[in-house]
């Protein structure tokens, strides 16, 4: 009931606090820390599992603060946590899929491939382009509108199209920082007080 996006501080270990503390300063010297973290990182299925290890903080904030960077030197750090085998290859292309734990671990993929690509790394556009045509749909649509984001382009779903279109500018791909607000939502104070009032629902 009282789960939030991350950072999630009521239920995150305290180093991942401090880890997510990086992500709007925009220092390369975090690039450090992102490497140690990354090079401790050897979980399996059943840590992700595990609450109190908190695994998923730990990777998501590292791709939060490359995405913000948006730095070439950001790349290795993020492929090396795609080579984690739970973390590769995550999408579903058919049926529905129930199971939570692999969902978030696919939230993680995708990511990890936003991270790489606001990088200027080819794999991430790749990643991205892959959960095109994932079953699940709002991870599908999240890839696409990271890739109209970062091309310009507004092609649909096909993820033939946006291959066609990588192998086109790939030597030209450059780091695009994401510069958008931490906190999307501006008005909650005032949607709650709209809401006390009953025919704010009419």
């Known amino acids: 009931m009282y ?3 991350p950072p999630d501080h009521g239920a995150m ?4 606090n401090w880890l997510y503390s990086l992500v ?3 220092d390369p010297r975090s690039l450090m820390v992102w490497q140690r973290v990354a090079g401790l990182l050897h979980p399996d299925e059943e840590d992700f599992k595990d ?3 908190g695994i998923y903080y730990y990777i998501d904030a590292i791709c939060q603060g490359a995405e913000r960077l948006g730095s ?9 946590l795609h080579s984690i085998p739970v973390l590769r290859r995550q999408t579903c292309k058919t049926g529905a899929q129930a199971d939570y734990f692999l969902k978030r671990r ?3 993929e995708l990511a990890v491939g936003r991270a790489l690509a606001r990088s200027g790394s080819k794999e991430g556009y790749e990643i991205l382009s892959d959960y ?6 709002l991870l599908s649509r999240g890839a696409l509108l990271e890739l109209r984001r970062l091309s310009g382009k507004r092609y649909g779903k096909s993820a033939e199209v946006w291959r066609e279109w990588l192998q086109l500018r790939e030597k030209s791909l450059a780091p695009q920082p994401l510069t958008l607000s931490l906190d999307i939502e501006h008005n909650s104070e005032e949607m709650l007080r709209c809401l006390d009032h009953p025919q704010s629902l009419a």
């Open 106 to 108: 696919s939230m993680l």
């Open 13 to 16: 270990p305290e180093a991942a």
């Open 72 to 80: 070439r030197e950001a790349a290795s750090v993020l492929l090396k």
């Open 51 to 53: 609450t109190l290890q």
């Open 24 to 26: 709007a300063a925009r």
């Open 3 to 5: 789960v939030q996006l």
């Open 132 to 137: 095109l045509d994932d079953s699940r749909s």
